[in-house]
């Protein structure tokens, strides 16, 4: 019972992290390096820039219906600072030259955060109220998994309704599944794109509230082990398929949690060879991923 | 193309003529290879201000030999070629003494080149053998306490003191340091009397969630009596708050690294949680001395200590300045032959010793301190029963 | 293609780009020398390194066209082959106690266990390509890159033979700058022979137009295949020197920073180019190290001027950004350093055809 709980915490972290990245893969085929980094930035929003020990908290106090959308939106804000400055540029540049400008943006963004707070990691009490175990079907389940399991599922109904409800989102679709026809079309490109990059940030903004509240720290690197795990389980959910990267997100922090409970003391350091070897395992028999997305076949 | 190629190399020899080159006086010169950027920073810094304040104290009474200590630095960037770089930067420019990084990963290149150069090294606040003898050579030092002495402590005091029977041990495999808490403490485990383990796993620093090993404690018949913690920052924080948001009480043992207040905010009251410490930061040390540096390195860096690290550095400079004085040189194996005669040589931060089998502390007079409702302060102090000898070190 | 002269008249005709680029590099080594400076010979000796490293990922991805993120884990392979080789008997015994016996007693030169851990990563290169390469494209990256991180979890765990996270100390420092020149050199040279070899030009023609290739009895799992293992070969030997560098190994050297640099400086230099390899290590090394000379500050009395630190960072970031939006594929772009004169007919002899600009450009 608490296993499951666990892993669906976990999974529901990935997913949102592979939602993010597989949202703009979708619309411009760039595999968002910075996407990390976002989470980060949208953490440290909530602090004064200081160097010392001791956090100087700024937004973080707020009360939560401001505090939250507040972090989303200062996620959504610099993901579409990205897109302007920067990613614009690069549209129809090639995959590998996309890849590396956007890695060496979250080196900028990273670094920017090193600056203005040092790398000591700061401290924060976010959402305090949310550090209780709560009572259910008889197991004591931290209240904050119960939440963020449930604002996973909230976030993914309410983005399905959008994608198939909305125009904006029908054009998002249409735009992911063939993006030249689409165009042609009357999608207007600049404006989808920019939409997805608002979303991909509010996205990431929302992990960086769940791991915040989570760990209470906040560290310039503390996006970075998620996104791994993002990135790896938006390519085995099939890249660009919205679907796929939740459940491979999913599935990936279920296998997480499941060998580690599983396996024995002297393997348990071991475990995330096992979770790369399956991995491994899942691309070598479903190269297309999960759930294929249409329009992404590779060439031979 | 060709231009862009000329150009290079232009650039380089250009840059290859802006090295800095140091003048070497009749002065004594300690070479500080430390990171001055980078995630080390946060802990080189501090130790390095301390080791500054204790330079100066030596300087004012009229130096060292009666020369006068200069410092020169190089920044290794918390990496290790840059470490390798800035260890033979400082050794060129004439440092008699090399102190670098706190940690024994990210210390070890530049150690290495200075021991290569024949130069004494110092690492700041290394914890593991291997900062030493043992690992980067004869002529290599740390100035703090084996990381083993500090889970040895917890686990002897909290039997004694606090009457903890049943263990479970929780390890973030990401250093060696944390290693060698668990290690200390699987050392002194089986020497105490009906005291037993009940449980452990492994957790890496920077998992999101450690809640399938919350699970695996909260499954067994009954909460133990003590959770030794061997981690450090910055997933500390996160497996304390974990724990204790999944609603275990055990009293939680921890090593050295977590000690400091900065970061409590994040776990509000927290209760039974135990670190050791070789001087308190909280304005509480039983010895006044050390509340009177507390004040000084607030002068001199116009803020608090933030944690306990910041007086290794202390430490450091004062017996090597003591062996320099007694050898009446500064050459490396006078020095070094001096330091190895100390035994249990008074310092502001506790007795040091060294041996020639081994440069480092394998016992040493802890503070433990107790956070209450979010509270640290000092409540005991414990020294370990017999010193962990080498041959368990090294396993 | 199956023309059996033309072998030796590419050659003839490329020879020209492996010698400019070894000009390059012994003049980097002739500035070190003439410096005199310890420290700067050592900035030098980590250029090497970079190139070793970065030529070695443009074997297999410049010619094959797929990018991989798990290269580095063949120089992690390598460095604690080196050290497994070459560290004294007595050291071994109390950091790596288990090791087999014979490999316990075993003291090579450093040049020698360079050699075998250059083999050692080519086996495993062999192993995993053997697995991995039937895959292609993103799904391929993704596997590297999963195979990486399997070697680091597994060296970062495995106590009794890489002392996991510790650092593993006692591997001779080798500090003169020849070796690393030598090795630099050599994986050039190793470079340019397998991009005119049959192997190398199949391999591109695959990179560009996979039907047509496939369809002229291309076999390109096996091209891909032997530039796998080529290049795991050169990965191998450059961490195998890394280590004899600093006299260090440690797992996390050998992860994700250090792939992300390497393959920055590799699509920055132009990634389908080997000029642009070199080009894209020296020039990137460079900036590097002129924005640290900054940041270290040049003292007046007692204050020092400088940048502040992680300034330079943030520099280096936005330096490669504007390169790649002004030049999306890199300095080099596809082309390679030639003498005027020896320009032939057809631009990109080395580089094969050049491959179509993708999507579009408004």
Known sequence: ???????????????????????????????????????????????????????????????????????????????????????????????????????????????????????????????????????????????????????TIAILFALTAFLKRTRFGLEMRAAAENFTMARMLGVRANRVIMGAFALSGALAAAIGL????????????????????????????????????????????????????????????????????????????????????????ERV | MKNLSRLTIALLSCTALATPVFAEGDKIIVGFATAESGFMQAYDKPAQDAAMIRIGEINAAGGLLGKQIEVVTADTKTDRAEGAKAGLTVVDAGADLVVVSCDYDFGAPAALAAESSGKISFFLCAESIKAGIQGVGPHSFSASVLAAVQGATMAEWS???????????????????????????????????????????????????????????????????????CTMMPGAVSAIKQIRAAGINSMILNGSGVDGSYWLSAVPDLSNFYVPVQGSIY????????????????????????????????????????????????????????????????????????????????????????????????????????????????? | MTDPNKPASVARRTISTPLILTAILIALALIALASGSRPFNQTVIDIFLRVILVVGLYIFIGNSGVMSFGHIGFTCLGGYAAAWLTMPPMMKQTLLPGLPNWLMQLQLP??????????????????????????????????????????????????????????????????????????????????????????????????????????SGVDITKERLIAFVISGAVMGMGGALFAHSIGVVTPDTFYLTLTFTSLSMLVVGGIGSLSGAVLGVVILSSLIQALRWLEAGVTVGSTTFGIPNGLQEITLGIVMIVILAFRPSGIMANSELIWPRARPEKPDEMSGTTPTQQGVTK
């Not at chain 1, 939250?68 to 990205?82: D, N, Q, R, T």
């Not at chain 1, 109220?129 to 119960?146: D, F, K, T, Y």
């Not at chain 2, 005291?195 to 499954?219: H, M, P, W």
């Not at chain 2, 039983?286 to 007086?311: C, H, I, L």
Request: charged share 15%.
């Open chain 1, 1 to 151: 019972m608490q296993t499951l709980f666990d892993a669906l915490s976990l999974g529901s972290l990935y997913a949102l992290g592979a939602l993010g990245i597989a949202l703009i893969f979708g619309v411009m085929r760039l595999v968002n390096f910075a996407h990390g980094d976002v989470i980060s930035f949208s953490v440290f929003a909530l602090l004064w820039p200081s160097t010392d020990a001791v956090a100087l908290v700024f937004a973080g106090d707020l009360p939560w219906f401001l505090l939250i959308p507040f972090v989303l939106l200062m996620g959504a804000g610099l993901s579409v600072l990205c897109e302007l400055i920067i990613f614009r540029r690069f549209r129809g540049a090639n995959p590998a030259t996309m890849m590396i400008a956007s890695f060496a943006l979250g080196f900028v963004i990273r670094y920017f955060l090193l600056m203005l707070f040092s790398s000591r990691p700061k401290s924060i009490s976010l959402l305090p109220a949310l550090s209780q175990p709560v009572e259910i079907l008889g197991a004591r389940i931290p209240l904050l998994q119960v939440i963020t399991i449930v604002a």
């Open chain 1, 210 to 297: 769940i791991l915040a509240s989570q760990t209470g720290t906040a560290d310039i690197q503390m996006g970075g082990a998620v996104m791994l795990m993002a990135f790896i389980a938006t390519v085995i959910g099939g890249l660009g398929s919205l679907p796929g990267a939740v459940l491979a997100g999913f599935l990936l922090g279920a296998a997480s949690v499941v060998m580690q409970t599983l396996l024995p003391i002297d393997a348990r350091p071991f475990r995330d060879a096992f979770v790369y070897g399956a991995v491994i395992l899942v691309l070598i028999f479903r190269p297309q991923g999960l759930i294929a997305a249409p329009g992404t076949k």
């Open chain 2, 159 to 229: 039997y004694n003191k606090k009457n903890a029977r049943t263990f479970y041990r929780l390890l973030d495999t990401w250093t060696e340091y944390n290693k060698g808490i668990c290690d200390g403490f699987d050392y002194m485990l089986p020497k105490l009397e009906g005291a037993s383990l009940v449980g452990e796993d492994t957790f890496k620093n920077e998992d999101a969630s450690i809640a399938a090993q919350i699970t695996r404690i909260k499954s067994l018949p009954a909460e133990p009596d003590a959770i030794m913690l």
């Open chain 2, 283 to 395: 304005g509480d040390d039983p010895n006044p001395d050390v509340t009177a540096f507390n004040a000084k390195y607030k002068a001199a860096t116009g803020g608090d200590p933030s944690t306990q690290y910041v007086y290794p550095g202390y430490v450091m400079i004062d017996v090597w300045a003591k062996a320099v004085e007694r050898a009446g040189t500064t050459e490396t194996t006078a020095v070094v032959a001096e330091l190895e005669k100390m035994n249990a040589e008074p310092t502001l931060f506790g007795p040091r010793t060294f041996t020639a089998e081994l440069h480092h502390q394998n016992s040493a007079k802890y503070l433990i301190v107790d956070t209450e409702n979010g509270k640290p302060g000092v409540v005991d102090s414990w020294t370990i029963s017999a010193p962990i000898p080498v041959a368990d070190l090294m396993k």
């Open chain 3, 110 to 215: 450093y040049w020698a266990g360079a050699l075998i851990a250059a083999l050692w990563a080519a086996l495993w290169a062999a192993v995993f390509g053997k697995i991995l390469l039937r895959l292609s494209g993103i799904a391929a990256s993704i596997a590297t890159f999963a195979m990486l991180a399997m070697i680091n979890t597994i060296y970062s765990n495995w106590e009794s033979v890489t002392a996991a996270t510790s650092s593993v100390v006692g591997i001779p420092i080798v500090r003169t700058i020849w070796p690393y020149l030598i090795a630099a050199i050599l994986s050039v040279f190793i470079a340019w022979a397998h991009a005119i070899s049959r192997a190398g030009l199949a391999l591109r023609a695959a990179r560009d137009e996979p039907t047509a290739a496939a369809a």
